[in-house]
């Protein structure tokens, strides 16, 4: 199994000015990691996307790190002024940055649900959701890079809707980012969920929420509501309620054995949460077999 981390694991950092997105290929690479991925929101606003792609690469390459994914806002209903050509055009555009990065796969996200309270649920957008992944994965098979969309969002968040819409688009560069984790904000099993959603799986986020019903008090600062009013907060892997070893169980059991990409976002220091939570995660994934 190969071990990545998200650049988002180290925001905590990258605001308090004591890292630059740049800097953390390297603090990667000394913490252990086989790669890191990107997010399209750390890219400065001053250079173009391309440029900095390329200077993300040469970084990587030089510590000798894989640069595993890259993952990108996108909206198909709501976005680009609604103009769902605009936005399948600027999802596009990710996909050449990809491939400037090096990944293999890009992630997007497909929409955080109608601007306005209808009378039309998620089967209803499938369509012209599936339209715009369907668009956007064959332009990536063109360039070799696999695309996915990942259960995040509320929206488009709980397992059943995301298998949903890959069987929709039903084609083979197209899967899923399954986060371990993120089923929780749609108060999905994450057991269940990662079962139905493993052979779909592209590439694994791994992290953790503390979980509280939301039938007792607010627990305060750090914490947020899932989509059914349950309070969660990220934490260190192995600290928290979602149960990790019995996910990478599913996922072996189908065989996947691509990277597993830690996601960290607790109130922890973050390079203590990632430390841990990679030594606890390869610790885990030893268990799992």
Do not use: W
């Amino acid at each position: 199994m190969r071990y990545a981390v998200s650049i988002y694991s180290f925001m905590q950092y990258i605001r308090q000015g004591r890292l630059t997105p740049l800097a953390c290929i390297a603090k990667a690479k000394e913490m252990g990691f086989d790669a890191i991925e990107f997010v399209d929101f750390v890219f400065p606003k001053e250079e173009e996307p391309e440029a900095y792609a390329r200077k993300i690469r040469a970084e990587a390459d030089r510590v000798g790190i894989a640069v595993s994914n890259f993952a990108v806002g996108a909206d198909f209903l709501c976005g680009s002024g609604g103009s769902l050509e605009e936005e399948i055009c600027k999802v596009k555009r990710n996909v050449d940055i990809a491939v400037e990065l090096g990944s293999s796969v890009l992630r997007h996200d497909v929409t955080g649900g109608p601007s306005n309270r209808t009378y039309q649920g998620f089967d209803n957008y499938l369509d012209r959701l599936a339209r715009g992944c369907l668009a956007v994965t064959e332009y990536g098979a063109e360039k070799g890079i696999r695309t996915m969309t990942e259960n995040h969002g509320y929206f488009s968040q709980d397992s059943r809707r995301v298998e949903k819409l890959i069987n929709t688009v039903a084609h083979e560069n197209f899967g899923q980012l399954v986060d371990i984790g993120n089923f929780l904000c749609a108060d999905d099993d994450p057991v269940t969920a990662v079962g139905r959603c493993a052979p779909y799986a592209f590439y694994v986020h791994i992290k953790d929420f503390i979980v509280k019903s939301g039938e007792g008090p607010n627990p305060g600062e750090g914490f947020f509501l899932s989509r059914g009013g349950n309070f969660l907060r990220g934490t260190i892997i192995g600290h928290g309620n979602v149960p990790v070893v019995q996910c990478l169980r599913g996922l072996r059991r189908i065989g996947y054995d691509g990277y597993l990409s830690i996601e960290f976002e607790g109130m922890e220091d973050c390079l203590q949460g990632i430390s841990v939570g990679l030594a606890n995660l390869k610790r885990y994934a030893e268990e799992a077999g």
